[in-house]
């Protein structure tokens, strides 16, 4: 109905047909372009949102959302918030400039944003973004670690032990606890996400890693590093392809050490900066296994993908 009334409120093609979004070299054909320089069209999906929010909907997922302009956001956002003041507004913005995300999340009243971390592996690229990740998470709005994304392959399709990894790095080093995982991680799905499809989730496998998740959500549910005003500092000292994390609770007195072997087919090592470790070499207690672990005074060594 909105292509023929009123039919102003799409970009065109030069043959006048209904042009399509992207992005990523990638055309969307069953969408068509909306043109937010037409204001009327703000109120309109102000109202779409309202709509939904009157049937119970408490949040939305902006997929591409910084494709929409921030003055509209602006405006779409006061609209709902004035009827439904705890509405959730959760940026995808995989792509967008980061400034436009820091824009959104702390001018236009979005809530959470994806945060890359998810593609980010080795520890050169761990170094390099989840500083500028956890500077965002602390002065404009959270940062949400997902492990995977439906644009990506499973993460089983890899491995197993890359699945285990991937979700207990990206959980553990998050801002707040602000973690997610796509259905089917739990059972070690391998088969690629399609939005427009219903494929296997590998529901109910007899190998799976249900209990370690768990294991994962408890730490974080407990520990009261991941509680609000807790810090996530890497201390990593020399490369070999690891990382050490250090997190520390509001009062400083209940430190969390997160070693990661980031290589899920060697086994390595990693080492971080003694005057920045808690610890010191003493015997301590591995959270996800319940097993006591002897540390050394700046190194420890870990199996395949270890965490």
Not at 200 to 217: C, E, P, Q, T
Request: glycine share 8%; proline share 5%; charged share 20%.
């Amino acid at each position: 109905p909105l292509q023929i009334t009123p039919p102003e409120w799409f970009h065109r093609n030069e043959d006048e047909s209904f042009m399509s979004p992207g992005a990523w070299g990638v055309l969307w054909e069953d969408l068509s372009k909306l043109d937010y320089s037409n204001h009327p069209l703000w109120k309109y999906m102000a109202e779409v949102f309202l709509f939904w929010c009157r049937k119970g909907v408490d949040g939305y997922r902006c997929d591409a959302g910084y494709k929409v302009p921030f003055e509209a956001w602006e405006y779409i956002i006061a609209k709902v918030r004035m009827e439904y003041p705890d509405t959730i507004f959760m940026l995808e913005g995989l792509g967008g400039h980061k400034h436009v995300t820091e824009h959104l999340l702390a001018d236009a009243g979005m809530n959470w944003a994806y945060s890359e971390i998810f593609q980010n592996h080795d520890q050169g690229q761990v170094d390099g973004y989840l500083p500028e990740s956890i500077r965002v998470s602390e002065t404009k709005g959270n940062l949400i670690h997902f492990s995977e994304t439906h644009d990506n392959l499973r993460m089983a399709a890899t491995s197993p032990t890359f699945a285990r990894l991937r979700t207990a790095f990206c959980a553990l080093t998050s801002h707040n606890g602000a973690s997610g995982f796509a259905n089917g991680v739990e059972w070690y799905a391998e088969e690629k996400i399609n939005v427009h499809n219903a494929h296997s989730l590998n529901w109910g496998a007899k190998h799976n890693m249900v209990d370690f998740i768990r294991r994962i959500h408890a730490i974080m549910e407990i520990h009261p590093s991941f509680h609000a005003g807790g810090t996530v500092e890497i201390i990593t000292g020399a490369y070999h392809n690891s990382t050490a994390i250090l997190r520390q609770d509001t009062s400083g007195e209940h430190p969390l050490l997160i070693l990661a072997n980031l290589n899920h087919e060697e086994p390595g090592k990693v080492t971080w900066q003694t005057a920045r470790c808690p610890f010191g070499k003493k015997t301590v207690t591995d959270l996800l296994t319940g097993h006591p672990v002897r540390l050394g005074q700046t190194t420890h060594h870990l199996q395949p993908g270890e965490v």
